[in-house]
């Protein structure tokens, strides 16, 4: 298959910029031609400044370009406008992020948690295209746009409530098979943290499970729970879907019914990759709280596990536990299965 080339507009600080770079790249088949930065993606009429949107219109008039991914939340009037000038398919992050769920979801509740994103995500749009139809059309003259936003607005309210009905039904079957774990008395361990942390490779080195992993983000979009025999006890070892930095709470909103379940457990491993940069790993700690703290859970049950050692050293180790100002941390390769060991005698303890 072609690869579908595209420009790619995001902030200059590193981290922002390898992020966009890796999300773009978890799309099958898609490839940066080229990146712009800006510092502000907030400017009315493109997101970007007029300046930088010309030039790209420009960069990509002779190119093999069939999209512009921009990396901020823009509204659909500043999509509208950069697609008009550039005659380019603008994608911003919220779609690229819904397009990668879409691309990877395998179970029927993600689909239809991402359903319901997607028609999140579209309700303020529908509601923008009112107000800019309305500027030449006005309700009761006949103007034929009020009329299709409205219709669309009512079907999506109504796919909305369809899509709902259905979650709860799965809920429910979900939280019948938690209410029978419960009950049988084991302790639950769940495994969080930042995209890519490395939360699927240990849960199968834990549980011997091969669930897919890669480095492409949002690999895992489902929950699963294994049960885990350490020394003679049993428990339940959960992996769920991975947190990303700017995530809108409406995307927060479709997961939390699985997230909430399996923060509901009685030690939630954080992971955090220690090979990356201190400034990366100080970033992504930080972002992964504003969710735990978002989703209420409980300070106390949270260990941070600092994963990948192997690409990481005794002295990076410390200077992130220094940086971090971490009272109690474990580092663990799942690779070399350098402090496995450690971590199964950990959860003996902290799950009683
Ligand atoms: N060197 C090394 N690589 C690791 C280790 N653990 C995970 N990785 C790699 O890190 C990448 C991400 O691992 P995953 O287990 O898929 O990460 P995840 O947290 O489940 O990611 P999502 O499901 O996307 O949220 C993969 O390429 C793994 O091979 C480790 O201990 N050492
Ligand atoms: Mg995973």
Redesign the pocket.
């Known amino acids: 298959m072609k690869p579908v080339e595209l420009v790619l507009v995001t902030y200059p600080d590193d981290f922002s910029s390898q992020e966009a770079k890796s999300l773009v790249e978890s799309m099958p088949n898609w490839h940066v031609t080229k990146v712009f930065t800006q510092k502000y993606l907030n400017h009315s009429e493109y997101g970007m400044g007029s300046g930088k949107a010309e030039e790209i219109r420009d960069f990509v008039k002779d190119s093999d370009v069939t999209q512009i991914v921009v990396d901020e939340h823009l509204t659909s009037k500043q999509i509208h406008n950069l697609e008009k000038l550039t005659e380019m398919k603008v994608v911003d992050r919220e779609r690229l992020i819904l397009d990668i769920f879409y691309s990877r979801a395998t179970t029927n509740e993600a689909k239809l948690q991402i359903q319901l994103a997607e028609i999140k995500y579209d309700m303020p749009r529908v509601r923008e295209m009112a107000k800019m139809s309305s500027g030449n059309e006005r309700p009761g003259k006949g103007g034929s746009g009020e009329y299709v936003v409205d219709v669309k607005f009512r079907d999506l309210k109504r796919r909305m409530g369809f899509i709902k009905e259905k979650l709860d039904e799965a809920k429910k079957k979900r939280q019948l098979y938690h209410q029978q774990r419960i009950k049988t008395g084991m302790p639950v361990v769940s495994l969080v943290?930042y995209?890519?942390?490395?939360?699927?490779?240990?849960f199968n080195q834990l549980t011997t499970e091969q669930r897919e992993?890669?480095?492409?983000?949002?690999?895992?979009l489902s929950t699963t729970t294994r049960s885990l025999k350490i020394d003679k006890k049993s428990v339940l070892l959960t992996?769920t879907?991975?947190f990303i930095s700017r995530l809108p709470t409406y995307m927060i909103d479709a997961f939390k019914s699985t997230l909430e379940e399996s923060l509901a457990a009685d030690l939630i491993l954080l992971?955090l990759d220690a090979?990356e940069t201190p400034e990366n790993i100080r970033i992504k700690y930080s972002s992964c709280w504003e969710v735990l703290r978002e989703l209420k859970v409980d300070e106390t049950k949270v260990l941070v596990v600092l994963?990948?050692?192997?690409?990481a050293d005794s002295q990076k180790i410390e200077e992130i536990i220094n940086g971090l100002q971490l009272q109690n941390s474990l580092a663990?390769?799942?690779?070399t299965g350098y402090g496995i060991h450690k971590l199964k005698n950990v959860v003996l303890e902290r799950t009683g």
């Open positions: 943290g995209t890519s942390a490395g939360k699927t490779t240990l992993t890669s480095a492409s983000l949002f690999t895992t992996d879907v991975g992971l090979s994963t990948k050692y192997d690409m663990v390769s799942a690779k």
